[in-house]
Every structure is written in structure tokens, then in C-alpha cells.
């Protein structure tokens, strides 16, 4: 019996003692060394081969060949380690010697926000009414038929139900189609006199590009002893003007409302092409070169929504309206599709 290694295993063993740690060192980063690693101890890698040619051999030969390549595994394997660690302190090194981080330089400024069209647009419609002595009130978006129709003189078997035509739930609840409930509301709980606006979202079965099927209105409501038409119409040409400019025609086409009694469509002229019916020689798009547009409905309450909440018709007079918000905003920043209100297009918002 010999411990002599066998001359192929041997073989092996010299050559990689000789050129294995030259592998380990010579790698420059650690996807080399990586691959050194593989190349030496992975599955098909040169020691793992050692130890496969280790089978057909004799006890004592094993010991000897067993040892020599468990003392080359050894040592690889520290200088794996070691090569590995002076990889990791160059490359501290090298980052702590490059440029610093400069922990000065300003932050990126937040980019501020700003009031979408519509809720600037509300807003306005709100501060002149207030300015003018009216309170802000809200209603419920969910009503019931009593508030949205019947209390507003709007019987089930009305044809102005058709035009209101909007979503019912099965117990007889509806998105409101008008701020006008929210005058029944207020009435019901308060004895006049009564000047309140109700802005909020209304929702209808519309859908085109001046029709949203959720749209805003501001709905207004005065009442008192002694309130006329002339008083509607000077409170709302007065608002218009502060609305929209001070030089605006304003006129007062005789329309129909169930709820007031008479009732009003009131129109201003074009503010897009100045109430002239062109822009640049050719016929406005948005008056239709009729050189106005509607902008509210309007009109003295009718004595049976006064019956319906209580109030004394022989005694008490008013007027109400109620005017789109997505209209005005159309009109005060020139917008011809209401559908951008909705899009959250930042290229369209940040124009305002
Ligand atoms: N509620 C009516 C509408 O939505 C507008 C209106 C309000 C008309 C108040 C008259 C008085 O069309």
C-alpha cells in the first residue's frame, strides 16, 4: 500500500495550488471574484471535481489526496474572504476621495397647488352674494321626492319631472336634481325674512359637452314683505356685473319654473365675443352669434311652495334662482368643453 497520490489526481492538485489563488486575486470587483468563487467550489467548479476523483482510490490515498485538497479549500476560501474585504475598502476609499454630497443644496420646492376652476369659480359666485347680505346654507345631495319635486309645486304626474329626469334609489331617495330643495329645507326651519345662497352638486341624466350628469349651482332665495321683480332684478344684474364685468348686458326672458310664479331665463351678453355674435369674422360658437347666452332661471316663489312650507302668501313675497356654476366657469375663462372640469388633465388645470 502506497500513499502516493495517483499521477492525473496529482496533477490537478499541482496545478490548481499553483494558479487558483492567482484566480482569486487578480479579480477587480466583486461580480470577478463572484465568478472565481463559482469556477473553484460551485457545482461544477475545479476543487468540487477534486474531491469527485477521491472515489476510486485506496484508504491511505484518500487520506493523503483528502488532506491536500481540504488544506487548498482552506486556504481559498480565506483568501476569498480577504479579497473580498480589500474589494469593499476600495470602494470606500474611492467614494470617500470622489465629490462630497453637498447637504446644502436647496430641496426641490414643493410645487404649490391651487384652486380648481370650479371651486374658484363657486367661490367668486359666493363672496359677491355674501357681499350683497346673503347667508351660505347647505342641503342634502341625497333628497326625497317631497324636497326635490312635490314641495316645489312638482307633482309626481308633472311634465317638468321629465326634463329632471335623474337617478332614484328604491325607497323613493334621489340625487337632488336642483339646489332648489334646499329652499324648502330652509324655509321649514326659519321664518322670514330669509336671504340664503345654497351652492352644491346637482346630478341629472345629461351628458354632452356643455351637460355633465354631476354639475354645481349656487341656488338664492329672499323673502320678505314687499319683495318684487324689481328687487330680483336688481340683485341679479347687480351680481352679474360683479361677476362677469360692469359693462354686461343683462336681460330677462319670460321662461317656467313650477316653483315661481313669474318665472325668468336670464341671459348676458356674450362674454366671449363681447356680445357682438363673431370672433374674428366668423360666427361665436358659444352664443351662436346670438350674441347672448343663458346663464340663470329665476323668478318670484309660487304661493304654493309658500302653502308648503307654512309661510303666508298674502303676507310674504320672494324670489329665487339658481345658476350653474360649470356654466359660469365656461364662460369666465373661455372653456368650450365641460368635460375638462372632470378630466384631471394637470395640462388643462394648470392653465388657471
Ligand atoms: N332649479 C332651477 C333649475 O335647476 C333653477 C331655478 C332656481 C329657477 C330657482 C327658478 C328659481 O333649472
Keep these: 500500500m502506497t500513499d502516493e497520490i495517483p499521477g492525473g489526481l496529482k496533477d490537478s492538485l499541482l496545478a490548481l495550488e499553483r494558479d ?25 467548479g475545479s476543487i468540487t471535481a477534486l474531491g469527485k476523483q477521491l472515489a476510486g482510490l485506496s484508504a491511505d490515498q484518500k487520506r493523503a489526496a483528502g488532506k491536500r485538497i481540504n488544506s487548498l479549500r482552506s486556504s481559498l476560501t480565506e483568501q476569498l474572504k480577504n479579497r473580498s474585504d480589500s474589494l469593499d475598502a476600495q470602494a470606500q476609499a474611492r467614494e470617500l476621495e470622489g465629490p462630497p454630497l453637498d447637504y446644502s443644496l436647496p430641496a426641490y420646492a414643493p410645487e404649490p397647488g391651487h384652486p380648481h376652476p370650479l371651486a374658484s369659480s363657486m367661490e367668486e359666485v359666493r363672496s359677491i352674494l355674501e357681499s350683497m ?20 309645486n312638482i307633482p309626481a304626474d308633472h311634465p317638468a319631472r321629465d326634463m329632471q329626469d335623474t337617478f ?19 324655509m321649514e326651519k326659519s321664518s322670514p325674512p330669509v336671504a340664503v345662497i345654497a351652492p352644491g352638486a346637482v346630478y341629472r341624466q345629461d351628458d354632452d359637452i ?47 319654473f313650477p316653483f ?29 352669434g346670438t350674441a347672448w347666452v343663458e346663464i340663470l332661471g329665476a323668478g318670484m316663489v309660487h304661493p304654493a311652495v309658500f302653502e308648503a312650507v307654512g309661510y303666508d302668501p298674502g303676507v310674504y313675497s320672494g324670489f329665487a334662482f339658481g345658476v350653474g356654476i360649470e356654466r359660469v366657469a365656461m364662460l369666465r375663462f373661455g372653456i368650450a368643453d365641460i368635460r375638462h372640469f372632470y378630466s384631471q388633465d394637470l395640462r388643462f388645470l394648470q392653465q388657471f
Excluded: W
Excluded at 23 to 40: G, I, P
Excluded at 168 to 186: E, N, W, Y
Design 20 to 44: 487558483a489563488s492567482g484566480l482569486v486575486d487578480e479579480a477587480a470587483d466583486k461580480a470577478e471574484l463572484e465568478s472565481a468563487r463559482v469556477a473553484l467550489f460551485g457545482r461544477r
Design 133 to 152: 347680505g346673503f347667508a351660505t346654507a347647505e342641503g342634502p345631495q341625497v333628497e326625497d321626492e317631497y324636497h326635490n319635486f312635490e314641495a316645489l
Design 168 to 186: 332614484f334609489t328604491r325607497d323613493g331617495h334621489l340625487l337632488r336634481t336642483h339646489t332648489s330643495p334646499v329652499q324648502i329645507r330652509i
Design 210 to 256: 356643455t351637460h355633465s350628469p354631476m354639475f354645481h349651482q349656487v341656488e338664492g332665495l329672499l323673502v320678505d314683505k314687499g319683495v318684487h321683480f324689481g328687487h330680483l332684478k336688481g340683485v341679479l344684474t347687480e351680481f352679474l356685473r360683479a361677476l362677469f364685468d360692469e359693462d354686461l348686458g343683462v336681460r330677462f326672458r319670460p321662461s317656467y
Design 260 to 288: 315661481t310664479e313669474p318665472s325668468a331665463e336670464v341671459d348676458i351678453s356674450c362674454v366671449i365675443c363681447s356680445g357682438s355674435g363673431a370672433v374674428e369674422n366668423s360666427r361665436c360658437r358659444v352664443c351662436s
